[in-house]
């Protein structure tokens, strides 16, 4: 069922609750009015049936006339009966069946006056005293006029109550069809977006309101899909260069091989640029693995204690054995008295890919006999280690496509990579809970910035 439909048919569900209840408490408080109000008039109605019964001979003139003009006023089939003390009759006007049990003198003489429904008849029984002498009057009457009206207010509530819920509900699909139009409205927009046009974007999205909140949130989320779409776009463009590149210059240098035969040094100068290229090949393949291996399941590495400084020193020694000729200073900006705040959770081997992979791209990016600055820092509760070149830096626009494999800069491309060395590090960081930052400015130099959270283990002293 559609939200429109739901909230018509909750707010009519709602209201026509509210005008039942309603409904109700008029009818029943009007009924309890109505027959209290009866009981009053026929209470005083045996008053009036027993002056004029067992006072007029006592009374003057005057009096025993305004008794009788009284007692003539009768209401609708009122019907009253008087006994003595014994409970004899002594006078009716032979109107209604009241049927007077002993029982009933008995109670009214113990209550004083009694209220009761005999059929629609209401009878009000009252034990009346005159010159010492005591009696039971009993009134009744059947109350036409207020029940014809009582059923005349049923018809008319009900009626009221049908036509209020039919009123409701066209209201009810009015009110929900306004409240949802921004609803409609986000989704008709977001219907028109697809892969092709990810640069739309929703409107109504400057507002305060819920669905304003829910198309900020759509929009940053479009934000995210364009620049994901963008950075995938880039690493297939960029993927397919770096891999047909070898394969091509492979595939050309075998081809001019066997157009004619050629001696044995020819042959060996091609065999060796074949296998130059086949080891490019691997490398790339091995970049490719690590990137998977590194976007498993962080449940499924194994993690250790690991002091961060160390394996600072570990990646600088591999470094320089592949690359005996760089300079790297490793330095503390802020050592801790406490060596533990230098305790990461980890797994050794995958930090120290990601560290040698930076240390590696700051040295190929940094000109011959310049110094790299790998600096350590404690930061609230992170270990740092920022990663300083003095090379040609990377464009503004370029900074957003760092952590795209086979992703490289314009200005760089003349210079031997992959562009795998950062998005490897970026997983491996992320699957540790840390955080890589790349800050460039052009002609000055790259700052690559690792945080890993410590693992504040802090081992008691021996006493």
Do not use: C
């Not at 009096?63 to 019907?79: A, C, M, S, T, V």
């Not at 049927?99 to 029984?125: F, H």
């Not at 409701?168 to 927009?189: D, H, M, P, R, Y």
């Amino acid at each position: 069922m559609k939200i429109r439909n739901k909230l018509s048919l909750q707010f009519t569900g709602i209201i026509g609750l509210i005008l039942v209840f309603f409904s109700l408490v008029i009818y029943y408080f009007t009924s309890i009015y109505r027959q209290e109000d009866f009981y009053k008039r026929i209470h005083n109605r045996a008053l009036v049936a027993a002056k004029f019964v067992l006072e007029s001979e006592k009374a003057s003139p005057a009096q025993r006339r305004q008794n009788e003009i009284n007692y003539y006023h009768e209401l609708p089939y009122e019907g009253v009966r008087i006994y003595d003390d014994s409970g004899k009759l002594l006078f009716s006007n032979k109107v209604g069946s009241l049927d007077i049990s002993k029982q009933l003198l008995q109670r009214v003489k113990a209550n004083k006056v009694v209220e009761y429904e005999k059929g629609v008849r209401q009878v009000v029984g009252v034990y009346y005293t005159s010159e010492n002498k005591h009696y039971y009057i009993f009134a009744s009457s059947v109350d036409a006029y207020s029940l014809r009206k009582l059923q005349h207010l049923k018809v008319i509530l009900i009626v009221g109550f049908l036509g209020s819920m039919v009123v409701v509900l066209i209201g009810g699909w009015v009110f929900s069809k306004q409240a949802l139009k921004s609803i409609t409205k986000v989704v008709g927009e977001a219907e028109k977006i697809n892969a092709s046009d990810l640069h739309l974007r929703l409107s109504d999205a400057d507002g305060k309101d819920e669905i304003s909140h829910l198309a900020q949130t759509f929009n940053k989320m479009l934000d995210r899909l364009e620049l994901a779409f963008e950075m995938q776009s880039t690493f297939v463009s960029s993927a397919s260069h770096e891999l047909r590149t070898p394969l091509t210059a492979m595939i050309g240098e075998l081809e001019v091989a066997l157009m004619k035969p050629r001696d044995a040094k020819e042959y060996e100068r091609v065999l060796q640029s074949t296998l130059e290229d086949a080891r490019l090949l691997t490398e790339l393949s091995n970049g490719l693995l690590q990137i998977a291996q590194a976007s498993i399941d962080p449940s499924k590495i194994k993690l250790t204690q690991l002091r961060f400084d160390e394996l600072v020193w570990m990646a600088h020694e591999q470094v320089l054995k592949r690359l005996p000729h760089a300079h790297i200073s490793v330095d503390f900006a802020n050592f801790p008295d406490d060596e533990n705040h230098l305790i990461v959770n980890g797994n050794e081997a995958l930090l120290l890919i990601a560290v040698v992979n930076v240390m590696e791209n700051a040295i190929k990016f940094t000109p011959t006999g310049q110094t790299v600055t790998a600096l350590i820092k404690l930061q609230r509760n992170y270990v740092v280690l920022e990663v300083t070149d003095q090379g040609l830096g990377i464009e503004e626009a370029d900074l957003k496509h760092v952590f795209v494999p086979f992703f490289r800069a314009e200005n760089v491309r003349n210079i031997t990579g992959h562009g795998i060395g950062l998005p490897l590090a970026e997983r491996i960081l992320k699957l540790h809970k840390g955080h890589i930052i790349v800050d460039s400015k052009i002609n000055k130099g790259t700052t690559v910035t690792i945080k890993l959270p410590q693992a504040f283990l802090f081992i008691p002293q021996q006493r």
